[in-house]
């Protein structure tokens, strides 16, 4: 079943621009990931944060997550056209690795 | 790096046939695979778990007579999706669990099936 929420469902910004995409979970987790994909391809995994950690850098992008509210958030900083496509949020559980997966921000970056 | 492919990217069959899609991981061993399924603009949904040498695990919901799922080594799992009808048309995706200090889910590039 579907555990993640994203928000928004799209987003349009502009290059240059930062774009932040919010992400909330129902049930306690053991880890949470973003992922990126382009139109109708696979899946690219961005940065993985463990419940225990709070923030996370890797590049343009930060990554926060807060347990007490069950959300977390991907911040992409400085966007580029390259950057268009929709991102997932999926969480994993302590009985598990199988993924939840959000229902995804849809990115738009204009030039 | 971590690389799983998938196999064919696309394919096209005739309601009532059945198509074989492979996932393979490429330069890592994984013992787990999973196979999810993505409709138009929606988001993944978790078909199964694939586990090397021993039957897979199905999401509720998931006929596990009409997926069939093979995970007969190290680096190999296939979905079989028999008597197909249009109904299964989706993009079907893999990802292959990499054990190590992230345990991190290698996802491949997904099989468009459509069923006429």
């Known amino acids: 079943s579907q555990q993640g929420e994203e928000d928004p469902q799209a987003l349009s910004i502009q290059e240059g621009e930062n774009a932040t995409m919010n992400c909330s979970y129902k049930?306690?987790?053991?880890?949470l990931q973003w992922y990126r994909q382009n139109s109708g391809r696979g899946l690219v995994h961005l940065i993985l944060?463990?419940?225990?950690?709070r923030e996370k850098h890797s590049g343009r992008l930060r990554v926060t997550l807060d347990t007490s509210k069950k959300s977390s958030s991907l911040l992409i900083t400085a966007s580029r056209a390259a950057d268009t496509a929709s991102y997932f949020c999926a969480t994993s559980s302590n009985s598990g690795y199988a993924l939840n997966f959000g229902k995804g921000t849809s990115l738009l970056v204009t030039p | 790096g971590a690389v799983v492919s998938q196999h064919p990217s696309w394919v096209i069959c005739k309601s009532g046939t059945s198509v074989k899609i492979e996932c393979r991981s490429l330069?890592?061993?994984?013992?787990?695979m999973f196979w999810y399924r993505q409709f138009p603009k929606q988001s993944l949904m978790l078909m199964a778990t694939?586990?090397?040498?021993?039957?897979?695990?199905?999401e509720q919901g998931v006929e596990k007579d009409k997926f069939l799922i093979n995970h007969a080594s190290l680096t190999l799992s296939t979905l079989t999706v028999t008597s197909a009808h249009p109904e299964d048309s989706s993009f079907y995706i893999c990802?292959?669990?990499?054990?190590?200090?992230?345990?991190?889910?290698?996802f491949g590039p997904g099989t468009r099936l459509t069923v006429l």
């Open positions: 694939s586990n090397e040498g021993s039957k897979a695990t199905y």
């Open positions: 990802s292959a669990l990499k054990v190590d200090s992230t345990d991190t889910q290698y």
């Open positions: 330069d890592f061993q994984a013992t787990t």
């Open positions: 049930t306690s987790i053991n880890n």
């Open positions: 944060i463990r419940s225990n950690e």
